[in-house]
Structures are given as structure tokens and as C-alpha cells.
């Protein structure tokens, strides 16, 4: 049974492409869909893309994921920054969790600075753009030792 890999995006994510596009980029979450699924199918791995603007909904699909994947990717967005309910139903997935900011968050102002979600997850990926997404892709398939054996071994085991 093929690796089961779930994105989920939230608030305003759906704007990617028009909204801040000197922060964000041009890329629409669209493309950023389409790029993943070819690179989850090169990667033989079963992939769930979602967004939502509800927090509460990102709670649920994150309660949802804990029985349905064996890694999560989650670009919490705008949540990154207060949301205890998505920071708890975090606590709660015991397979690995990627967070992903396609800006460098670090690099922002005061408001966007600090994550409270990354002292959940088992890794961050913060300012690469819309890439950050295959980036985090490929380290959850790692993670969850649903690389290829076919992939050269940099990419499969990184320096050993």
C-alpha cells in the first residue's frame, strides 16, 4: 500500500497567485496542486490536497488525517500565528508533521514573525515560495520511508 500524504492549507491560501504577490508569488494554489500530485505520482505515493479559510475545518481535517495518513504537510497560514485549536489537534497526530511558510516568515514583520505551531511539528520549511511545497513533499515521503529505492541516494538518504 503506497505511502498516504495529506497538504492541508489554510486561510487565504486560495488567494495565492493575487494576494501579496511581492511576498507570495504569482504561482496559484492550483499549480501548486498540479505540481505536487506529479511529483506524489513519481514518488508512488497516494497524495490528499486541501484548503480552507475555517479554522475549525483545518481542526477537523487535521483530526481526520490522524487515522488517514502517515504524514501530514500543513501551511497553516494566517493560524500559524494564534490558533491553539489547530496548535492542540498538532499535539495530537503522532506521524510526522511538516509545517510550511512559502515566505521566511523569520524575515517578516513582528506580526508574522513566530510560529506558535512549529514547537509541534517534526519539521519547518519557511521561504523557498511555492518550491517549499515539493521540498516538504519529499522530506514527509522520507519521513514516513516512502522514498524509492530507485532515487539516487542523495535524495533518498542525504549525507550518511
Excluded at 510526522?96 to 514573525?113: G, K, M, Q, T, Y
Aim: hydrophobic residues 45%; charged residues 20%; contains cysteine.
Amino acid at each position: 500500500m503506497p505511502a498516504r500524504l495529506w497538504i492541508l492549507n489554510g486561510p487565504n491560501l486560495n488567494l495565492l497567485g493575487e494576494r501579496e504577490p511581492d511576498i507570495y508569488g504569482r504561482t496559484t494554489l492550483a499549480a501548486v496542486e498540479r505540481s505536487c500530485r506529479e511529483f506524489a505520482a513519481l514518488l508512488g505515493v497516494e497524495l490528499e490536497f486541501r484548503q480552507t479559510n475555517h479554522e475549525g475545518v483545518l481542526v477537523d481535517w487535521i483530526h481526520e488525517a490522524r487515522h488517514a495518513a502517515d504524514a501530514l504537510i500543513i501551511n497553516p497560514a494566517g493560524c500559524s500565528f494564534h490558533s491553539i485549536p489547530v496548535l492542540d489537534a498538532l499535539k495530537a497526530f503522532a506521524p510526522p508533521v511538516v509545517e510550511l511558510h512559502i515566505s521566511n516568515i523569520h524575515a517578516r514583520d513582528e506580526l508574522h514573525r513566530h510560529s506558535i505551531m512549529s514547537g509541534a511539528v517534526t519539521a519547518v520549511v519557511a521561504g523557498l515560495g511555492t518550491y517549499g511545497y515539493i521540498v516538504a513533499l519529499q522530506s514527509a515521503a522520507r519521513m514516513a520511508g516512502a522514498l524509492p529505492e530507485t532515487l539516487p541516494g542523495p535524495i533518498r538518504t542525504g549525507p550518511v
